[in-house]
């Protein structure tokens, strides 16, 4: 059996803007996702998901046979089955496979969650048929095709940091550079609710074409606000990059993609002692980011607490993908 395990992410900057144009700074968090897969015999793809009570089969003709949780649930295991099929696609190699998932990452709130369950799964898979580890430009290529099936057209950006782990500097149609981050001091704050990337994506969207003059203007903004941010970690001056999320957050307020529970903690962060505290991932629920120095972080903690989120204990990992025979 091979096990293979992804990271989470945060987005530092450049949610949205990166998928239109300009560079988004994404960073991987220690909360993974793991897949564990087998071959079995008979036809079709056998996958169990026990963190959300669901496991089915889709059979050769990818027909879904519930076995556990309703036939509506086959939508969250399709994933899956697209990563595990693209990857016999590319070996030429067909088998029935069983895959177990299970996840740290909180599903569907910024955190990366889907990407790196099809990173998982594409190395798992890979591996599996072909004796040998894939390469990591072929893992994140595979695992996109899972994320366009969750998301619709998706930048990259979540695919290309949970395979390769660390910081980077992403950039739609020109890849992305990995660069070195010594310490970087965040506090997650989770709202506890879930909410579609696609849809968020689809309603930014939405408002560029009502206004593209003035959505242009504000994701330029977002694109200069990367590009300074990215210096700023760089250079180590935290403070201005305190700054610069805050004016992010402001704009992507502007986009229609933040929420009061998520300014709430925004709020309640900055107010509490962060250098700067934005939305992460999509918005619409999921998480913020705050930038904390250490004596500020019990604070700042309690802080979103009380603004009624979760702050969460995930920190900044170099290690992307792993893959093992177990
Ligand atoms: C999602 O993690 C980040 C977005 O920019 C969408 C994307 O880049 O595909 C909102």
Redesign the pocket.
């Known amino acids: 059996m091979i096990h293979a395990s992804a990271p989470g992410?945060a987005?530092l900057l450049?949610?949205?803007?990166?998928?239109y144009r300009g560079p988004?700074i994404v960073l991987a968090i220690d909360l993974r996702a793991h897949i564990w897969a087998e071959e079995r015999e008979g036809d079709g793809i056998w996958i169990e998901a026990p963190d959300i009570g669901v496991s089915g089969h889709f059979d050769a003709r990818g027909r879904y046979h519930p076995i556990r949780g309703g036939s509506e649930r086959w939508r969250s295991l399709n994933p899956i089955r697209v990563v595990a099929l693209e990857a016999m696609r590319r070996l030429e190699a067909h088998r029935g496979l069983r895959i177990r998932v299970e996840s740290e990452i909180p599903p569907a709130e910024?955190l990366?969650s889907s990407a790196a369950i099809a990173v998982a799964t594409a190395a798992a898979v890979g591996r599996l048929l072909s004796g040998e580890e894939l390469s990591l430009g072929e893992v994140c290529e595979i695992a996109y095709e899972g994320e366009r099936i969750v998301?619709g057209?998706?930048?990259?950006?979540?695919n290309h940091i949970s395979t390769y782990g660390g910081a980077l500097r992403y950039e739609r149609g020109r890849g992305f550079e990995r660069f070195k981050v010594e310490e970087l001091p965040l506090i997650i704050g989770d709202s506890g609710r879930r909410r579609s990337?696609g849809a968020?994506?689809a309603k930014v969207r939405r408002l560029w074409e009502r206004h593209r003059e003035v959505v242009d203007a504000i994701i330029d903004a977002m694109a200069t606000l990367s590009e300074e941010g990215y210096k700023a970690l760089r250079g180590g001056d935290l403070k201005r990059l305190g700054e610069l999320m805050d004016i992010d957050h402001g704009l992507l307020s502007a986009l229609g993609v933040s929420t009061p529970e998520l300014d709430r903690m925004i709020y309640a962060a900055r107010s509490a002692g962060a250098l700067g505290a934005k939305l992460t991932?999509?918005?619409g629920g999921g998480c913020i980011i705050a930038l904390v120095e250490q004596p500020d972080r019990g604070r700042v903690a309690e802080a979103i607490r009380r603004a009624g989120g979760r702050p969460l204990r995930a920190g900044f990992t170099d290690i992307g993908v792993e893959v093992e025979e177990v």
């Not at 450049?14 to 998928?19: C, L, P, T």
């Not at 057209?153 to 979540?158: F, R």
């Open positions: 992410k987005i450049g949610e949205h803007s990166v998928v988004a910024g990366g998301h057209t998706p930048s990259g950006i979540d990337t968020l994506v991932g999509a918005g």
